[in-house]
């Protein structure tokens, strides 16, 4: 509920798809949130892996992985998710030893 | 001689009868008694679909063992004999000690924390406006 002050967040985020872009989406550069009048306020998102404190991310627990995995098996980026950096880096090593035993693919054939 | 922890996972041919696996299994065992490790724990998570295909297969039956090893040669014989057996078709093993090692510091260090900072009891603000909005309803 903190609407009444629009503080200028900086524009780390970066995540939201900004209407009125054209450039490619990589185009990001540090001018992100200074366009014109219209910013954007997100909800900080938080990582979910340290809201319940994880520490052990385990390659077995397909559910656990399978919302940080696109459908194709790209592993989703950070940006999306909003796991802090720690967390995706153990998730990544995580996916990576699923998809060796097939737990998870490593591209999903049509 | 540290010991070491391993999670060993190996996928069957779904058409292999639960004996052969049982067999399998138990030769694991003895050989890791033979080179000074140990299974710890034998989970047969059954027949599951797997991601991809392997070796034709779209289901296989997934068997997951817990381990302690003092060395390395032990796994290389398991693996070797996991590659011999003709109803495997994929097996991997990973070594964990480093990551529960990392675990339990991680956990330690925020029992330390707790304990050295109690929280503060959150009671006081948040039972503040409650009585409030009982006298203005009322």
């Known amino acids: 509920m903190s609407e009444q002050q629009p503080v200028p967040r900086p524009s780390h985020a970066g995540g939201p798809p900004r209407e009125g872009r054209s450039g490619p989406p990589g185009a990001g550069g540090p001018p992100g949130g200074r366009r014109g009048k219209r910013q954007y306020f997100r909800k900080k998102k938080v990582c979910r892996f340290c809201v319940e404190k994880v520490d052990f991310i385990d390659y077995k627990k397909v559910e656990m992985l399978q919302p940080f995995v696109q459908e194709r098996g790209k592993i989703l980026p950070r940006r999306m998710t909003g796991t802090c950096s720690k967390h995706q880096r153990w998730l990544g090593v995580a996916v990576k030893r699923a998809r060796n035993i097939a737990l998870l693919p490593f591209a999903t054939e049509l | 001689m540290a010991e ?135």
């Open chain 2, 4 to 138: 070491r922890l391993y999670d060993l996972i190996f996928i069957c041919m779904p058409t292999t009868p639960e004996e052969e696996i049982t067999k399998i299994v138990s030769t694991l065992e003895q050989t890791a008694s033979e080179h000074g490790g140990k299974v710890e724990k034998v989970e047969k998570w059954g027949t599951r679909k797997m991601a991809y295909r392997v070796a034709k297969q779209r289901e296989g039956f997934y068997v997951y063992l817990a381990l302690h090893s003092t060395q390395g040669a032990l796994i290389k014989e398991l693996e070797r004999r996991l590659k011999v057996s003709d109803a495997v078709i994929k097996y991997m093993t990973v070594r964990l000690d480093e990551e529960i090692k990392r675990q339990q510091k991680l956990v330690a260090h925020r029992e330390h924390r707790a304990r050295r900072r109690p929280r503060k009891p959150a009671a006081a603000p948040a039972a503040g406006p409650a009585p409030e909005q009982q006298a203005a309803a009322s």
